[in-house]
């Protein structure tokens, strides 16, 4: 009978409290600073690189500033915008661009939210896609 007890003991143990399960894939799951690189094309323009610093807020808000090169071209651009985590840790998030555009991406979170890989959906990109990693964690 202790064999039995201590069985079930441990595997109610081992079980995610559901509190802890509402918080694996949330808003707050993507909190933080984040570097992220992105290559691709843009239709009728030319071939881009971007790399650039986000701020997600762990509520849906999101902030930036952008590096884009296209072609020769270099500009900085800086971003508000708004996203949102799935219960399967994908993404889909909006970008308000300081030059009149807006861009819409899918993106999934891994590594625990350490990361998250990114692809444009806007109308104009032909592709685009990349990696966003936290820049610092918490302690």
Known sequence: MRFYILLVALV???QTPAWAQDDLCSNGRLKGVYGLHTTGAVINVGTLAAVGRFVFDGNGNLTGTLFVRVNANVNKLTITGTYSVAADCTVSDT???SNGAVST???VIVNNGLEFFIVNTSAEASVISGVGKKQFTED
């Open 12 to 14: 109610w143990l081992s």
């Open 105 to 107: 991406h899918e993106s």
């Open 95 to 97: 970008w308000y661009l």
